[in-house]
Antibody, heavy 118, light 105 residues
């Protein structure tokens, strides 16, 4: 059974940093690209970052480029999102999602909540 | 940047057919994916690449895509289908529609 479990969400002050993790199991993690998608309270889904299976191709949404860094450790079956210079508008639930090809997210984690507030 | 337009809400009578549209410039030339999200839960894929159903998704869910509109169709709507539905395409980056709240009356 495919499982994605996010962790690392917390309350952080504006300007602060946070590192999210996504632990994958039930599939060959190193064979799949992965995504981070977030959802602000009461709002829709917003894609924020993609990383290819090898880690060689990485993309970011304009809203986070230069502040967030996606990475992965295929040996540890884990995906990460390093978030720096956090802003109030970064508040939301962050999901990791497996990319099945054609930029299609076939499995999603349950999400981890990030709150940026003073 | 590419934009996807969804109606904010759609209502359907129990047992009837709901259609949720997703508009975009020449969207028919792109692969469209659809996700269902119930309150407090993660999104779940219901249609991928325009018209394919993942395993476990009832055949009441179907999709089409042509011209400037993609459509998610839910036949014989049930109370359990009440949820937010999002369309998604790739345009250099992944783009989601704003979401449609489906109400089953």
């Amino acid at each position: 059974e495919v499982q994605l479990v996010e962790s690392g969400g917390d309350l952080v002050q504006p300007g602060g940093s946070l590192r999210l993790s996504c632990a994958a199991s039930g599939f060959t993690f190193g064979s799949y690209s992965m995504n981070w998608v977030r959802q602000a309270p009461g709002k829709g889904l917003e894609w924020i970052s993609y990383i290819s299976s090898s880690g060689n191709s990485i993309y970011y949404a304009d809203s986070v480029r230069g502040r967030f860094t996606i990475s992965r450790d295929n040996g540890e079956n884990s995906l990460y999102l390093q978030m720096n210079s956090l802003r109030a508008e970064d508040t939301g639930v962050y999901y990791c999602a497996r990319d099945k090809g054609s930029w299609y997210c076939d499995y999603w984690g349950q999400g981890t909540l990030v709150t940026v507030s003073s | 940047s590419y934009e996807l337009t969804q109606p904010l809400s759609v209502s359907v009578a129990l047992g009837q057919t709901a259609r949720i549209t997703c508009g975009g410039n020449n969207i028919g030339s792109r692969n469209v994916h659809w996700y269902q999200q119930k309150p407090g839960q993660a999104p779940v894929s219901v249609i991928y690449r325009d018209s394919n159903r993942p395993s476990g998704i009832p055949d009441r869910f179907s999709g089409s895509n042509s011209g400037n509109t993609a459509t998610l169709t839910i036949s014989r709507a049930q109370a359990g289908d009440e949820a937010d539905y999002y369309c998604q395409v790739w345009d250099g980056n992944t783009v989601f529609g704003g979401g449609t709240k489906l109400t089953v009356l």
